[in-house]
Every structure is written in structure tokens, then in C-alpha cells.
Nanobody, 120 residues
Framework: EVQLVESGGGLVRPGGSLRLSCAASGFTFSSYAMSWYRQAPGKKREFIGIITSTGDNTNYSDSVKGRFTISRDNGKNTVYLQMASLNPEDTAVYYC?????????????WGQGTQVTVSS
């Protein structure tokens, strides 16, 4: 069974930093790209960034580029989201996401999310 479990969320002051983790299991983690999304109250889920299976390449949304960094440790089956210079607009539930082939199609998998609140 594919599982994605996020951790590391919490309350942080504006300008602060936080690192989220997403532990994966149930599939060959090193074979698939991993993404992070977030959803703020009353807003649609927003793409933050993606990292390739090997970790060689990343891509970020303009809203977080230069502040957030995605990395992965394929030996630990874990993807990370390092967040810096946080502001209240970054308050959201953060999700990790992947797509895995299943029965000739691609199936979406989401974690349960972890809450990040940026407030003084």
C-alpha cells in the first residue's frame, strides 16, 4: 500500500524557517518524481514544486522560488521541503504528492497534510 506521511509542520514567526518531511512507503521511491502542494483556507490547492526521481532537478512556483527548496534522500525514502523567509501568506496545509503507474494508467497519491501557520 502506497503511503505518504508528512511531518514537521507547526507555528512559525514571520521571517522564520521550517523543514517539512514526507516519508514514503509501498512503492519504489527512487523511481518517481515527488511534488509538494499547499492549500490555504478557502483557496484551491496550489503547486509548490517538484523534484525528479534522482533529485537532480527541481522546479518551483513563482510564489516560493528562492525561498523554498525541495530535496530528497532516496536511501530514506523521504522528500523534504525547506522553507525560509516565511510570511503569513504561506500559512496552509502542505501536502506531498506523487503519481505512480497502475493498471496502465497513472494514479495520484497524496499525504494527509501537515499544517504550517506563520504568525507573530
Amino acid at each position: 500500500e502506497v503511503q505518504l506521511v508528512e511531518s514537521g509542520g507547526g507555528l512559525v514567526r514571520p521571517g522564520g524557517s521550517l523543514r517539512l518531511s514526507c516519508a514514503a512507503s509501498g512503492f519504489t521511491f527512487s523511481s518517481y518524481a515527488m511534488s509538494w502542494y499547499r492549500q490555504a483556507p478557502g483557496k484551491k490547492r496550489e503547486f509548490i514544486g517538484i523534484i525528479t526521481s534522482t533529485g537532480d532537478n527541481t522546479n518551483y512556483s513563482d510564489s516560493v522560488k528562492g525561498r523554498f527548496t525541495i530535496s530528497r534522500d532516496n536511501g530514506k525514502n523521504t522528500v523534504y521541503l525547506q522553507m525560509a523567509s516565511l510570511n503569513p501568506e504561506d500559512t496552509a496545509v502542505y501536502y506531498c504528492y506523487t503519481q505512480i503507474p497502475w493498471s496502465g494508467d497513472w494514479r495520484d497519491y497524496w499525504g494527509q497534510g501537515t499544517q504550517v501557520t506563520v504568525s507573530s
